[in-house]
C-alpha cells in the first residue's frame, strides 16, 4: 500500500510541477527531469558493420580492435550482438565501443555480455566518463580469470579502483552495471553490488564498452539513464 502511495505521490508532485512550468509557456518531459535515456538492442542495425552511432577507439598496444554486429541464436533480445572480432593476444590491448556525442556527469549504465573465447583473458567491460582513449573508468568481468574490478585509466595507466573475486562463467549471458553520483561510485555484477567506491578524477564523460587481449566477448542490450 504504501508502495502505490508513494507512486501516486510521485506522479501528482509530476503534474503540478509540469502544471506550473506550463502556465509559464514551458514543457517540462519525464526526460527532462530523469534525464537522456539511450537503449541500444543493435537488432536494426547491418550485419558485419559496426554499429550506427558508435565508434572504436583503443588504449594500449596492438592492433585496433574490429567491432561488427552478428546474428547469433542465444543472444537475450532477438538475435543481433557486438562483438570485437579482432584477435591479437597483446597482453595491454584495449579495443573500445564508445557511444557518439555522450557526456554525461551521473548516469546509470548497464550491458549483458558473454565471453565465449580467449586465451590470455575472457574480459567485458562498461566504460563511463570517457574523456579520451587515455583517461576513462572501466568496470570489468573476467570469465577467465574470475573477478569483477574497477579501475581508472589516467593518462593510459590503470589504475584498481576496487576488486571482487567471484565466479564469472564463460558461455552464459551475465549482467555488468554501474551507478555514479558525483563521486560514489557502484558496481554491479547480476544486479548484486560488489564494488563502491569514491572518486573523482573524472567527473563526466562518455560511456561505451571494453574488453581486452584476445578476449572474444558478445555484447547486447546496452541501457544508458542518465541522472540529471
Same mark, same amino acid.
Request: proline share 2%.
Given at each position: 500500500?504504501?508502495?502505490?502511495?508513494?507512486?501516486?505521490?510521485?506522479?501528482?508532485?509530476?503534474?503540478? +510541477?509540469?502544471?506550473?512550468f506550463?502556465q509559464?509557456g514551458? /514543457?517540462? +518531459?519525464?526526460?527532462e527531469?530523469?534525464?537522456?535515456?539511450?537503449?541500444?538492442?543493435? &537488432?536494426?542495425?547491418?550485419?558485419?558493420? =559496426?554499429? @550506427?552511432?558508435?565508434? %572504436?577507439?583503443? =588504449?594500449?598496444?596492438?592492433k585496433?580492435?574490429q567491432?561488427?554486429?552478428?546474428?547469433?541464436?542465444?543472444?537475450?533480445?532477438? &538475435?543481433?550482438?557486438?562483438?570485437? +572480432? @579482432? +584477435? &591479437? /593476444?597483446?597482453?595491454?590491448?584495449?579495443p573500445?565501443?564508445?557511444?557518439?556525442?555522450?557526456?554525461?556527469?551521473d548516469?546509470?549504465?548497464?550491458?549483458?555480455f558473454?565471453?565465449?573465447?580467449?586465451e590470455? #583473458?575472457?574480459a567485458?567491460?562498461?566504460?563511463?566518463?570517457y574523456k579520451? $582513449?587515455?583517461?576513462?573508468?572501466?568496470?570489468?568481468?573476467?570469465?577467465?580469470k574470475?573477478?569483477?574490478?574497477?579501475?581508472?585509466?589516467?593518462?593510459?595507466q590503470?589504475?584498481?579502483?576496487? %576488486?571482487k573475486n567471484?565466479?564469472?562463467?564463460?558461455?552464459?549471458?551475465?549482467?555488468? /552495471?554501474?551507478?555514479? #553520483?558525483?563521486?560514489k561510485?557502484?558496481?554491479?555484477?547480476?544486479?548484486?553490488?560488489?564494488?563502491e567506491v569514491?572518486? #573523482?578524477?573524472?567527473?563526466?564523460?562518455?560511456?561505451?564498452?571494453?574488453? /581486452?587481449? #584476445?578476449s572474444?566477448?558478445?555484447?547486447? &542490450?546496452?541501457?544508458?539513464?542518465? $541522472?540529471?
Amino acid at each position: 500500500m504504501e508502495k502505490y502511495a508513494l507512486i501516486i505521490f510521485v506522479c501528482m508532485n509530476f503534474l503540478i +510541477t509540469s502544471g506550473a512550468f506550463a502556465q509559464q509557456g514551458q /514543457k517540462v +518531459t519525464v526526460a527532462e527531469i530523469l534525464g537522456e535515456r539511450k537503449e541500444y538492442y543493435f &537488432d536494426n542495425d547491418e550485419l558485419s558493420n =559496426t554499429p @550506427k552511432g558508435f565508434f %572504436e577507439a583503443l =588504449t594500449g598496444n596492438g592492433k585496433k580492435g574490429q567491432w561488427r554486429v552478428l546474428k547469433v541464436q542465444h543472444s537475450p533480445s532477438s &538475435d543481433n550482438v557486438v562483438v570485437q +572480432t @579482432k +584477435t &591479437d /593476444k597483446t597482453a595491454k590491448r584495449f579495443p573500445l565501443l564508445m557511444v557518439e556525442y555522450i557526456d554525461y556527469k551521473d548516469a546509470m549504465a548497464y550491458v549483458k555480455f558473454r565471453a565465449e573465447g580467449g586465451e590470455i #583473458d575472457q574480459a567485458a567491460g562498461l566504460v563511463f566518463r570517457y574523456k579520451d $582513449n587515455q583517461n576513462y573508468y572501466v568496470l570489468s568481468a573476467n570469465a577467465l580469470k574470475n573477478n569483477v574490478h574497477l579501475y581508472k585509466v589516467s593518462n593510459g595507466q590503470q589504475k584498481l579502483l576496487g %576488486e571482487k573475486n567471484m565466479p564469472v562463467s564463460s558461455n552464459e549471458w551475465h549482467l555488468l /552495471k554501474v551507478v555514479y #553520483d558525483g563521486k560514489k561510485i557502484r558496481c554491479f555484477f547480476e544486479n548484486a553490488m560488489v564494488i563502491e567506491v569514491l572518486d #573523482d578524477t573524472f567527473s563526466s564523460g562518455g560511456i561505451g564498452l571494453w574488453t /581486452k587481449s #584476445d578476449s572474444y566477448v558478445l555484447f547486447d &542490450d546496452l541501457v544508458i539513464q542518465e $541522472n540529471s
